[in-house]
C-alpha cells in the first residue's frame, strides 16, 4: 500500500485498521495488518484505540433519527411517480427472477428454458390476481385488455421482449398453470386489439395466443 | 446485507424495481433509509436537508434502477446518489444560504449548554472531537466505521482516488488523536 511517501510503517498500518475492523480488508494488505498486529507490541494500542473510535462513531450516527413519518411521506411521493419506463426484457427478466429465484448469471438460461415447458391449459388457467404473479409494478396494466400466450420452445428471452416490444405489448403476469403469460396490450378498441392479437399470433415466437380481455370500445 | 441469492436480496429488489415493482422499493426504503438518512445528515449538519436528500435517494433509485448494472453493492450507489445530491444542493444554494447551512452545522458543534454540561462527560467530549473533523475526514471515518465500506467503495462513492481515501483516512485518525488529545484524552480511551 502507498499513501504518503513520508508515512511510516505503522502510520500506513494504522490507516488500514479501521478496515481491519470492519471487515473489509483482504489480501496484501490484510496479510500486512495481521502481522503487524502479531509482532508489534504497540499494534494492540493502536487496535484498541481503533475500536474506541469505531464505538465513537457508530454511537454518534446511531443518535441521528429520521423522522417517524419518513416511510409515509416517500409512500406518499412514490405515489406521485409515473411507473419508469420498463423494456419488456428487464420486466421478463424481473418476472424469472422473482418466480424462480435463480441466481442472475443463470437467469436467461432458465428463462429460457421455462419458456419451452410452457403448457397451455385453458381449463386451468385461472389467471390468479394474487401478488405472487403479478408482475412487479403492473399496476398501470392490471386491468388493460390482456391475451394469454403461450411462446414456442425455441424463443429466446431476447426475442421475446423484442416481440413484445415492437406490438407494444408486456408481460402483464404469470407463470400460471404451467408458466403461460399474460400478456397486457396497448388497445384501446376491440379493432386494435384484435390486430395486435393478430400480429403476435403470426409470429413464429407464439405458439398459442388465447384471446383475453378485449377493450369495451368496438 | 442480503446475499445475492437470496430472492429478497438487495440485487434482486433492484430488478423488482426496475421492472416498475413499487413494493420492493418500498422495501428497499425500510432496509436502507436511515443509513442514508445518517450518511447525508453528517454531511450537511441539518436533518431538514437530510430528510429531503434521503427521500429523494430513493424516489431516484424508482426511475434510475433499470439503469444500475450490478457492479457494486446496491448500498455503495445508494451512498453515491446521496453523495451526488449533497454537492448538487450545495452547488444550488447561494453563497448566504451555504454560509448559514455551515453556520448551523458549526454551532451543532459547539458548546450549547447541553454540551457544555455535559462536557465532563468523556463520551460528550468524544463525539465532540469527532463532529469537530472536516467534512471530508469525517465523511471517510463515518463511511469506514458506521457504513461498513471497503477503501475501493469509498472511493467510489466519493469519486476520488483509492489513495486519497487512504491519506484522508491517515489525517482524519490523526487530527482525531489530537483533537483527543488536546480535550485531555490520550489513545486506548475509553
Not at chain 2, 161 to 179: C, D, I, N, Q
Amino acid at each position: 500500500m502507498s499513501t504518503e511517501p513520508n508515512m511510516t510503517h505503522r502510520d500506513e498500518m494504522e490507516t488500514l485498521l479501521p478496515f481491519y475492523l470492519n471487515g473489509t480488508l483482504s489480501g496484501e494488505d490484510l496479510r500486512q495488518v495481521e502481522d503487524w498486529l502479531a509482532n508489534d507490541p504497540a499494534a494492540a494500542e493502536a487496535l484498541l484505540a481503533t475500536e474506541s473510535e469505531l464505538a465513537l462513531v457508530t454511537d454518534v450516527n446511531d443518535a441521528y433519527r429520521p423522522r417517524a413519518d419518513a416511510f409515509k411521506r416517500f409512500s406518499e411521493s412514490l405515489g406521485n411517480e409515473a411507473a419508469p419506463r420498463v423494456s419488456p426484457v428487464s420486466r421478463l427478466s424481473a418476472l424469472f427472477a422473482r418466480t424462480f429465484a435463480i441466481p442472475a448469471p443463470l437467469l436467461l438460461a432458465a428463462a429460457t428454458a421455462a419458456l419451452a415447458l410452457m403448457v397451455v391449459s385453458v381449463n386451468n388457467m385461472g389467471i390468479r390476481s394474487s401478488e405472487d404473479i403479478q408482475v412487479a409494478g403492473a399496476g398501470d396494466s392490471a386491468y388493460a385488455p390482456f391475451v394469454l400466450v403461450t411462446f414456442a420452445p425455441t424463443a429466446t428471452l431476447a426475442d421475446i421482449g423484442k416481440l413484445l416490444e415492437e406490438n407494444g405489448a408486456q408481460i402483464a403476469g404469470g407463470p400460471v398453470s404451467g408458466a403461460t403469460f399474460k400478456v397486457a396490450l396497448s388497445a384501446d378498441t376491440a379493432a386494435q386489439y384484435d390486430l395486435l392479437s393478430k400480429q403476435l399470433a403470426a409470429s413464429p415466437l407464439v405458439e398459442k395466443l388465447i384471446t383475453g380481455k378485449k377493450p369495451d370500445a368496438p | 446485507m442480503s446475499s445475492s441469492s437470496d430472492p429478497q436480496s438487495d440485487n434482486d429488489l433492484i430488478k423488482r424495481v426496475a421492472s416498475g415493482d413499487r413494493a420492493a422499493v418500498r422495501l428497499l426504503f425500510m432496509r436502507h433509509h436511515a443509513r442514508v438518512y445518517r450518511f447525508v445528515v453528517r454531511q450537511t449538519g441539518s436533518e431538514t436537508m437530510a430528510d429531503d436528500i434521503a427521500n429523494e435517494v430513493f424516489l431516484d433509485v424508482w426511475r434510475q434502477a433499470g439503469k444500475f448494472e450490478f457492479r457494486s453493492e446496491v448500498t455503495t450507489w445508494l451512498l453515491g446518489i446521496a453523495r451526488f445530491k449533497v454537492l448538487s444542493a450545495r452547488r444550488k444554494r447561494k453563497e448566504d444560504e451555504l454560509d448559514d447551512l455551515e453556520a448551523e452545522r458549526i454551532v451543532d458543534g459547539a458548546d450549547t449548554p447541553d454540551v457544555a454540561s455535559m462536557k465532563s462527560d468523556k463520551a460528550a467530549a468524544l463525539r465532540t472531537c469527532v463532529n469537530g473533523l472536516g467534512e471530508d475526514h469525517r465523511t471517510v471515518i463515518d463511511l469506514a466505521y458506521y457504513h461498513g465500506r471497503t477503501v475501493t467503495e469509498i472511493a467510489e462513492i466519493l469519486n476520488i482516488p483509492v489513495a486519497t481515501v487512504k491519506t484522508r483516512m491517515f489525517y482524519a485518525r490523526s487530527k482525531l488523536g489530537e483533537a483527543l488529545k488536546a480535550a485531555g484524552h490520550d489513545r486506548g480511551w475509553p
